[in-house]
């Protein structure tokens, strides 16, 4: 039988997600969600308790959040499309914090880069490779189907999931904007985050299903060529 597809998705801090197409694989991914998302929170926090001002602690755990993105690409020594997208968040993050002092903006800046990344995820549908594939291609440990009918599959189940993931991103970019901007920074950032993991994990399920679903149906497209082979076979036999 062919090898199935792979299928995944990734995104990092509210952009850090990997979906995969089994259960046991999601520990690492949840992992590094937490990795991405529980020091900036920490810092953040620990920042105000000890009298900081949001500002301080706002800039200072965006910048903690763009150094793992850094270090991760370092680790790795290449800067793919996915690499890169993070790094650009990152970069648009940092930009945001240096140009205004008002905590609350810097807040709504940085959660609009997310928004900027869902436009992201959603060009990438039309324009090179679904980002979606770029992280899945990434994670593949086997051989994959290299057919023109498997690479032709794969492509149209990305295509899916990054647009799935491109319009979570932006509704839930303007879900966060809307919190931001009707309560205080402390209780806003505590939500924001909150919502965003949970955005994070709505998608991730989707594309768990999703991606399920595709190797189901990938594996039901061969079976009647299987079984007219195995036919064959014995009767020749």
Known sequence: RRQAPAFGCHSGSPHSVVAVSDAQSMRPIIRGILLDIAPPLAA?????????????????????AGSKVAYDAIRTRRLDP??????????????????????????????????????VFLGSCVIGTPLTQVV??????????????????????????????GAGLIVGTGVQLAIIFATSVDIANALASAFSLATTGVLMTATFIVGKRARATWDERDEPALETAEQITDHKG
């Not at 899945?136 to 990054?162: C, F, K, N, W």
């Open 82 to 119: 996915f690499a890169g997208y993070l790094m650009l968040n990152f970069g648009l993050s940092l930009a945001v914090g240096l140009s205004t002092s008002d905590a609350r903006l810097l807040l709504a800046g940085t959660t609009l880069v997310g928004g900027i990344g869902g436009l």
């Open 44 to 64: 953040y926090y620990g920042l105000r308790a000890a009298g900081f001002s949001e500002y301080v602690a706002l800039l200072t755990a965006t910048v903690l």
């Open 136 to 165: 899945a291609e990434r994670l593949q440990g086997g051989p994959q189907d290299t057919s023109v009918a498997a690479i032709t599959y794969r492509r149209r189940v990305h295509i899916l999931l990054s647009a799935m993931w």
